[in-house]
């Protein structure tokens, strides 16, 4: 329970406050979610359209972040922002956890959580990295209360920049890292004949201001299996066709850039 304690949690179905009882946790409208014995609650039950990820690829990108992909991005995150001591810091669609675990890991006294819709992906984070709060939540309803926030990021998962807005405290932090234009440059140029750069997404959010917007670049050298759990994470895999895939599987190595576009908000 005590992981849970730091957040001002709210009901995604009404938006009243939530009250620990026990081992779960209710609105006033009775709804109520437990809290699993590795501290994570379920916000998304029932039913549901949407899903997240799945395993398979819950677990390629794990191992594809083991090996050092968000380096640059880790780098940047240390030197620009100092969260501590009140601060509520919140990785959206975090996915395996770990960009999560390294905002705990960088500032250890803020209350650090990771959301994602994918159940499975969250379970296995919560029991990776035991001081951050995991919740299976939707991007487009997150279970923290209006201006709660310091700092949201989304790191290529889906953004609701309305949703931002509501749980992002004034002067707080909206971080968004999506593809740069040469992002994966390498692997598109082994599947494609004529490769075109990727779309940047130059909007400002309604209620906040751009503080900065940079472009964080490195290499990704992949060897063997590892090019085939690259090319997983991204919709190459899906789209590509099939013999350009099983050239790109049957390369013993790949080196292809990496540029993750970083673009800091502050909210008004
Ligand atoms: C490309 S992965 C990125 C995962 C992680 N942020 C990272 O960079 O390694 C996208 C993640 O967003 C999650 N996701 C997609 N749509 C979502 C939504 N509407 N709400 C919450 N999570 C979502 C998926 O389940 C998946 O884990
Ligand atoms: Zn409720």
Partial sequence: MKRSDAF??????????????????????N?????????YVNFVLGGKKESGDAKELIEARERVMKKGYY????DFVKGEFSFGAGDVVVDAGTGDGSFAGK??????????????LSKY?????????????????NNRRLPFADSSLKALFGVFTTAFPEEAARV?????????????????????????????????DESVPAGFTREKTIRLRGV??????????????????????????ERLY?????????EFRTDVFRKE
Avoid at 8 to 29: F, Q, T, V
Avoid at 121 to 137: E, G, H, L, M, N
Avoid at 225 to 239: F, N, R
């Fill in 8 to 29: 001002e949690l709210i009901c995604p179905k009404c938006g009243n406050r939530l009250i620990k009882r026990g081992n779960s946790l209710y609105c006033g409208e």
């Fill in 31 to 39: 709804h109520c979610y437990d809290v699993a014995k590795t501290g």
């Fill in 71 to 74: 380096r640059a991005l880790y």
């Fill in 103 to 116: 905002l705990k890991e960088f500032f250890p006294s803020a209350a650090v959580a990771g959301t994602d």
């Fill in 121 to 137: 992906a969250i379970s296995r984070a919560a029991k990776k990295y035991p001081d951050v709060f995991f919740a299976v939540a």
């Fill in 168 to 200: 992002i405290a004034k002067g707080g932090f909206l971080v968004k890292i999506t593809p740069g234009k040469n992002h994966l440059l390498g692997l598109k140029r082994a599947l494609y004949e004529n490769v075109r750069l990727n779309e940047e």
């Fill in 220 to 245: 990704y050298h992949a060897v063997g299996e590892e090019i085939k759990d690259l090319a997983g994470m991204t919709p190459y895999s899906v789209k590509s066709p099939r013999n350009s895939l």
């Fill in 250 to 258: 049957a390369m013993e190595t790949l080196d292809t850039e990496t």
